[in-house]
């Protein structure tokens, strides 16, 4: 047994995080200004979008996202079953219902084929979840979105870096969110962005990001602005920090390096578990980029005797943190009371969530850590096949 402990996730914060954050605070400006504009404009320029705007959390991305293009109470939003909690909540935010849509069995992304027949007259968008990381469908998705005049604001907590047909994440939908919580692939702490070609859509989650005023601290406070501001509409209080904005910035510096690294965890787990008996290692479509966010393999029920939460415990046991991405939304007491939902209107959905558990991968793994990961999964797959 490994003698320490490998958590399900390290974040990888290096010496240059800790002197961007260090000058931050000695500079005496802390909330938003420079820092915060310097993010928005290198991670506009990593994802190919003409407009970045950085906030607080990625469900406030999404959130200020669905408002930007309209969605009002009364309006319905297709969301799919299996996602975390942010993705449906923001729908409520704003007094509209979330419509959840089953996933495919392979992928867990969306399930195009079924978004159509829950549109209905008071459909108004589609929220698509890149699971784990890699791009949903979305040649198929925007026909449908076009088709029925639907806004399609995409969840790419942890689609950083991602492209489908290369074309980057980020600049595919009419507005992409971006999360930078403590486990994701770049990290903030907490933070999110949101990024569209859209100005108008732009200037409307910056301004609602902050009350809702005309101007942001920096243009205020700094002799560059006024004293004056005007309170347009009743915004929220969503702006990133500049010490946040600090360990973006250097963050975002090594994406490209910290993806390569996941990529390579990704092609040994594949390599050395993808035939063993009793696991699928996880769909990755030939047409993607996938940022490897998670590792999310199925267990392969009819062949072992173990089920999901067991082997969890039993990894546990070997020193391994492992975790489940997602408990679906319909098997949570609010969605199935709220809206009657049952697990057989989601069989994908429940059907994956009995099998799935995502592994550690991160930059930060050692070739040891790897190894054992890999060895202990193949023990317990061995110790329990029918
Ligand atoms: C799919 C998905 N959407 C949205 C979020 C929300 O991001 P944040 O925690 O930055 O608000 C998460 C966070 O875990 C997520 O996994």
Same mark, same amino acid.
């Given at each position: 047994m490994s003698s320490t402990f490998i958590p399900f996730h390290k974040p990888a914060i290096g010496e240059d995080e800790i002197q961007s954050v260090i000058e931050t605070l000695k500079?005496?400006?802390?909330?938003?200004g420079p820092k915060v504009k310097t993010f928005e404009a290198d991670f506009g320029r990593y994802v190919g979008s003409s407009h970045a705007v950085a906030v607080n959390s990625g469900t406030a991305a999404l959130h200020l996202a669905l408002d930007a293009v309209g969605i009002k109470e009364g309006d319905e939003v297709i969301v799919p079953a299996m996602t975390f909690a942010a993705t449906a909540e923001v729908v409520l935010y704003l007094k509209a219902k979330p419509v959840l849509v089953d996933c495919r069995a392979d992928t867990l992304n969306i399930d195009p084929d079924a978004i159509e027949g829950k549109i209905t007259c008071k459909t108004n968008a589609i929220i698509p979840v890149d699971i784990a990381g890699q791009p949903c469908d979305f040649d198929k998705i925007m026909e449908i979105a076009r088709s029925h005049k639907l806004k399609v604001i995409e969840d &790419?907590? $942890? &689609?950083?870096p991602a492209a489908y047909r290369k074309e980057k994440v980020g600049r595919i939908s009419d507005i992409t969110c971006f999360s930078f919580y403590a486990t994701k692939t770049i990290t903030t702490g907490e933070g999110g962005m949101a990024t569209t070609e859209n100005a108008e859509w732009a200037e409307r989650m910056r301004m609602m990001s902050l009350h809702g005023i005309s101007h942001d601290a920096w243009d205020r406070y700094t002799d560059k602005g006024s004293w004056y501001y005007e309170i347009i509409r009743p915004g929220y209080k969503y702006n990133l920090t500049d010490i946040a904005a600090a360990l973006g910035i250097e963050q975002l510096k090594k994406c490209d390096r910290f993806h390569q690294a996941r990529q390579q965890i990704a092609m040994r787990y594949h390599d050395c578990l993808a035939d063993l008996p009793g696991l699928q290692v996880p769909t990755c479509r030939p047409d993607v980029q996938h940022a490897w966010h998670l590792y999310v393999v199925q267990l392969d029920l009819e062949q072992l005797r173990i089920d999901r939460r067991d082997f969890i415990k039993a990894l546990k046991a070997e020193n391994i943190g492992a975790s489940v $991405?997602?408990?679906?939304? $319909?098997? $949570?007491p609010f969605y199935r009371d709220s809206f009657g939902y049952e697990p057989a209107d989601f069989p994908n959905a429940s059907a994956a969530y009995e099998r799935i558990i995502s592994l550690p991968i991160y930059p930060k793994m050692t070739e040891a850590d790897i190894e054992y990961v890999i060895s202990t999964v193949s023990k317990i797959l061995k110790q329990h096949r029918r």
């Open positions: 500079s005496g400006w802390l909330t938003t &790419a907590a $942890h &689609a950083l $991405h997602f408990i679906p939304l $319909h098997l $949570h």
